[in-house]
């Protein structure tokens, strides 16, 4: 089964999912949802015309896990997958583990849990049954990002550099699909090359401030001209749109972590928030001026900015201006 931390797992075959269940835990969604495809991926491979369906955790019965695990006309191989298992209705909660006990074997059952402590003790059954797979999907520290991308190339055929990898984290920032379509981008663009620090830069192009990262700590420190300048040479020199709300979303995760944050020192809080060490002290700058229900508007400001890029609008450039002025406005009214 797929492993959480490594970009190149190896593929489950049909005889790993079929009359099992994978049961997907951890907080980092973009490892869950790998698991979930490989899964997917097996079944279909193994038969082209088996059935493919969800359910939420909260909505799930007998009677709905009977449904969804029933043959159907067209074949008797099924993929079920469950999500948000933290939300199973405690009635369900018997018949699912009773399922688990004994899966059907044209079935793959996929339970998806979403991390942290409610459901744990759903979780604890299940992890004794023999029929259960654990695919664990942990969040990355901030040292292992550079590991992770070097991965992501190597997996595409391509060797990346240390150097390379580091400049791209701090060029994309920690999304981790973003630096996985960032390192699939530069494998493509130059295949069969080694990917250094200097083709790293190249593909981004412009100024070395005109990163995503740069428009995203510019709008955070409330350098609201110089946010918007920042953005212009990053969308005129080819930075995609979805680097730049990325880069946002990891700005407002490491403040929200810096405000809760317990340790003192720049590499106990670096780890503590997950950012580098060199980090620490421009996040430091920033948070003087948020306060917690700004922190709250800005993150759902960045989501629906991304949710607007990712569902192809119209005007990118326009998306992403609102987001920084709307940001700056919010850290000027802290």
Same mark, same amino acid.
């Not at 942990?138 to 391509?158: D, H, T, W």
């Given at each position: 089964?797929?492993?959480?931390?490594?970009?190149?797992?190896?593929?489950?075959?049909?005889? $790993?999912?079929?009359?099992?269940?994978?049961?997907? *835990?951890?907080?980092?969604?973009?490892?869950?949802?790998?698991?979930?495809? &490989?899964?997917?991926?097996?079944?279909?491979?193994?038969?082209?015309?088996?059935?493919?369906?969800?359910?939420?955790?909260?909505?799930?019965?007998?009677?709905?896990?009977?449904?969804?695990?029933?043959?159907?006309?067209?074949?008797?191989?099924?993929?079920?997958?469950?999500?948000?298992? =933290?939300?199973? /209705?405690?009635?369900?909660? &018997?018949?699912?583990?009773?399922?688990?006990?004994?899966?059907? =074997?044209?079935?793959?059952?996929?339970?998806?849990?979403?991390?942290?402590?409610?459901?744990?003790?759903?979780?604890?059954?299940?992890?004794?049954?023999?029929?259960?797979?654990?695919?664990?999907?942990?969040?990355?520290?901030?040292?292992?990002?550079?590991?992770?991308? !070097?991965?992501? &190339?190597?997996?595409?055929?391509?060797?990346?550099? /240390? $150097?390379?990898?580091?400049?791209?984290?701090?060029?994309?920032?920690?999304?981790?699909?973003?630096?996985?379509? &960032?390192?699939?981008?530069?494998?493509? $663009?130059?295949?069969?090359?080694?990917?250094?620090?200097?083709?790293?830069?190249?593909?981004?192009?412009?100024? %070395?401030?005109?990163?995503?990262?740069?428009?995203? $700590?510019?709008?955070?420190?409330?350098?609201?001209?110089?946010?918007?300048? =920042?953005?212009?040479?990053?969308?005129?020199?080819? *930075?995609?749109?979805?680097? !730049?709300?990325?880069?946002?979303?990891?700005?407002?995760?490491?403040?929200?972590?810096?405000?809760?944050?317990?340790?003192?020192?720049?590499?106990?809080?670096?780890?503590? !928030?997950?950012?580098?060490?060199?980090? %620490?002290?421009?996040?430091?700058?920033?948070?003087?001026?948020?306060?917690?229900?700004?922190?709250?508007?800005?993150?759902?400001?960045?989501?629906?900015?991304?949710?607007?890029?990712?569902?192809?609008?119209?005007?990118?450039?326009?998306?992403?201006?609102?987001?920084?002025?709307?940001?700056?406005?919010?850290?000027?009214?802290?």
């Amino acid at each position: 089964m797929p492993a959480p931390r490594s970009a190149a797992p190896r593929a489950p075959s049909a005889t $790993d999912v079929l009359g099992r269940v994978t049961l997907v *835990t951890g907080k980092e969604e973009f490892f869950g949802e790998r698991t979930v495809a &490989a899964v997917r991926g097996a079944v279909r491979a193994h038969d082209p015309e088996s059935e493919l369906s969800e359910a939420a955790a909260a909505e799930l019965s007998l009677a709905t896990l009977g449904e969804l695990s029933a043959p159907s006309l067209f074949s008797s191989i099924r993929c079920v997958v469950v999500r948000s298992l =933290e939300n199973l /209705p405690e009635e369900s909660v &018997a018949g699912l583990l009773a399922y688990a006990g004994s899966p059907s =074997e044209d079935v793959a059952l996929v339970l998806v849990h979403g991390g942290g402590q409610k459901g744990s003790g759903v979780l604890t059954k299940l992890r004794k049954l023999p029929a259960v797979t654990e695919v664990k999907s942990g969040e990355l520290k901030a040292s292992e990002y550079p590991s992770f991308v !070097i991965n992501e &190339a190597r997996q595409m055929g391509a060797r990346m550099e /240390p $150097d390379a990898a580091t400049t791209l984290v701090q060029a994309v920032g920690q999304d981790l699909r973003s630096l996985s379509a &960032a390192a699939h981008q530069l494998t493509n $663009d130059f295949p069969g090359e080694t990917l250094t620090e200097e083709r790293v830069k190249r593909y981004f192009g412009g100024r %070395v401030e005109a990163k995503s990262f740069a428009v995203a $700590d510019a709008a955070f420190a409330g350098r609201r001209l110089e946010a918007l300048e =920042e953005l212009r040479w990053a969308l005129d020199g080819g *930075t995609p749109a979805v680097l !730049i709300t990325s880069a946002f979303a990891g700005g407002v995760r490491g403040l929200a972590r810096f405000k809760g944050a317990r340790s003192r020192g720049e590499q106990d809080l670096a780890k503590e !928030i997950g950012v580098p060490p060199w980090k %620490v002290r421009s996040v430091r700058d920033q948070a003087r001026g948020w306060s917690s229900p700004a922190l709250g508007e800005a993150v759902r400001a960045v989501a629906r900015a991304d949710a607007d890029i990712k569902g192809a609008a119209s005007d990118a450039a326009y998306t992403l201006e609102r987001l920084v002025l709307t940001v700056t406005e919010l850290r000027e009214r802290g």
